[in-house]
Nanobody, 123 residues
Framework: VQLQASGGGLVQAGGSLRLSCVAS????????MGWFRQASGKEREFVAA????????EYADSVKGRFTISRDNAKNTVYLQMNSLKPEDTAAYYC?????????????????WGQGTQVTVSS
């Protein structure tokens, strides 16, 4: 599985962005998909994950109620809608694919990674 993330940019605090991640390969719908982020000088951290069927989602406490993960299996795409953005959300955001157990919220549970897309939130 190859992953290509996009949609990052510069936004003011309180604003919104939607990230997209397109996957290659016909087996996309069999993977759990997740988003992670890595701020400068910090470790990569879990943001959100979604199950194959989209019925189950998991979020980091820091983004609950503000971010929404979704997927369109027909388009091989996973999204991260980010609302009420804060300066502390500034980071490179990465999408990833996992075939482990649910919920996959650790880095070592993901086998495929996309390149990062930078999100910068100004105060």
């Amino acid at each position: 599985v190859q992953l290509q993330a996009s949609g990052g940019g510069l936004v003011q605090a309180g604003g919104s962005l939607r990230l997209s991640c397109v996957a290659s390969g016909r087996t996309f719908r069999t993977y759990y998909m997740g988003w992670f982020r890595q701020a400068s000088g910090k470790e990569r951290e879990f943001v959100a994950a979604i199950s194959w069927s989209t019925r189950s989602t998991e979020y980091a406490d820091s983004v609950k109620g503000r971010f929404t993960i979704s997927r369109d299996n027909a388009k091989n795409t996973v999204y991260l809608q980010m609302n009420s953005l804060k300066p502390e959300d500034t980071a490179a955001y990465y999408c990833a694919a996992s075939d482990r157990s649910w919920p996959p919220n650790r880095l070592d549970e993901y086998d495929y990674w996309g390149q990062g897309t930078q999100v910068t939130v100004s105060s």
